[in-house]
């Protein structure tokens, strides 16, 4: 197609920054760049209708890391490392909540339960706990991880919970909404339906080839999490996570947000439905891709589980089902650096969307700074 002198001059000419992606992580660029530099052009590139990976898609688990994952950090990490990336998600909520307000995000926190399948598991998440709770006492000045009783009837798991008591739980679409309304308020453009296929640093200025069109930017930011391996060459891979709604369920009781196997099933009650999600473990490889998709391996184990052992007395039927694509790597920690002179990318944020993505997100527009 070819486009109009008025097009061409209202969206692609003289841009200051170009943001890939309109998640969290590139609608906290915007905000940042607009903030330091309030006169400058800016203009985002989202390849979807909505955003594309798992900023609209994930569960809303305003969520740093139940105690088994804890754990299981710290036989990869050191414990200053797993510290650090515990504060900085904890840091990414508190900027997530005042940024936006809790009130249009629905910010509730409920704490959040890691259910135990056996005694043994169970047992060495215990043995564990106080020497996890004294590396978090700094960030939290209390004690994280406490236990309390199966008061919501859950089956074929261990009678007392792992409560991580600063949990919470937000409203998903609500968040992107709200960041989307402030980021446009600032004046900052927002072109859908475009993907950015390649780019040419000349200089001064960045030449960008899309599947629409090509144009120049002085700076381009990559907020592109689990799709950037097809454009950038950096340590990230695609994870697809799936997820499943319940229609309504009239007098449903549960309230917080659960984990189970070491995080890698989770769900919440949100509008009296149980939303469920995960069972990547199942599947590595068949879910490292940035094909959107369910399969059935996964939708069934989902289902299995909710009939066992979350709704193991209730009738349910299934509303809808989806899936995100998040972006993860050998390290937990995420990548936000410069690539060279006017190119910066803020990735891998490894399903931690939620609670770093507001902080990545500033931090890499104040990487021009730096």
């Not at 998640?23 to 203009?43: D, S």
């Not at 009837?153 to 991580?164: D, L």
Request: a neutral charge; charged letters at 25%; aromatic letters at 10%.
């Amino acid at each position: 197609m070819n486009y109009s002198y008025w097009e061409l001059k209202a969206w692609f000419t003289n841009i200051d920054f170009t943001i890939v992606g309109s998640g969290i992580v590139g609608l906290n660029c915007a905000l940042q760049l607009k903030k330091t530099y309030p006169k400058a052009t800016i203009l985002i590139l989202e390849k979807g209708m909505l955003p594309q990976g798992a900023s609209t898609k994930n569960a809303g688990f305003a969520c740093f890391g139940s105690l088994s994952e804890l754990i299981d950090d710290l036989n990869t990490h050191t414990p200053e490392e797993v510290f650090d990336l515990v504060d900085k998600r904890w840091q990414g909520l508190q900027l997530l909540r005042t940024n936006l307000g809790d009130k249009n995000i629905d910010f509730q926190q409920h704490k959040g339960f890691e259910l135990c399948e056996d005694e043994a598991f169970f047992e060495e998440c215990i043995s564990k706990k106080e020497e996890v709770n004294r590396l978090l006492k700094p960030i939290f000045n209390a004690d994280v991880f406490s236990t309390s009783d199966n008061t919501f009837g859950f089956q074929k798991v261990h009678n007392t919970y792992i409560t991580n008591n600063f949990e919470g739980q937000i409203d998903t679409g609500k968040m992107a909404a709200q960041l989307l309304y402030k980021v446009q308020q600032l004046g900052v453009k927002i072109v859908n339906g475009i993907t950015v296929e390649s780019f040419m640093e000349n200089g001064t200025e960045v030449a960008v080839k899309s599947n629409q069109l090509t144009f120049k930017t002085k700076k381009i930011f990559f907020a592109t999490n689990g799709f950037s391996k097809e454009i950038l060459a950096e340590n990230v891979q695609p994870a697809r996570a799936q997820v499943l709604i319940t229609k309504p369920i009239k007098n449903l009781p549960i309230k917080g947000t659960f984990h189970l196997d070491k995080g890698y099933y989770y769900f919440r009650n949100i509008d009296d439905r149980i939303l469920f999600g995960g069972g990547r473990n199942l599947d590595f490889k068949t879910e490292e891709t940035t094909n959107f998709g369910q399969t059935k391996r996964i939708q069934n184990e989902l289902e299995k589980i909710l009939k066992e052992t979350i709704l193991p007395k209730t009738p349910f039927e299934i509303a809808n089902r989806w899936s995100g694509i998040m972006g993860v790597g050998n390290q937990k920690n995420a990548i936000v650096k410069q690539l060279s002179n006017n190119v910066f990318c803020g990735i891998r944020l490894g399903g931690m969307g939620v609670a770093i993505g507001s902080l990545v997100g500033k931090e890499l527009a104040q990487l021009i700074d730096s």
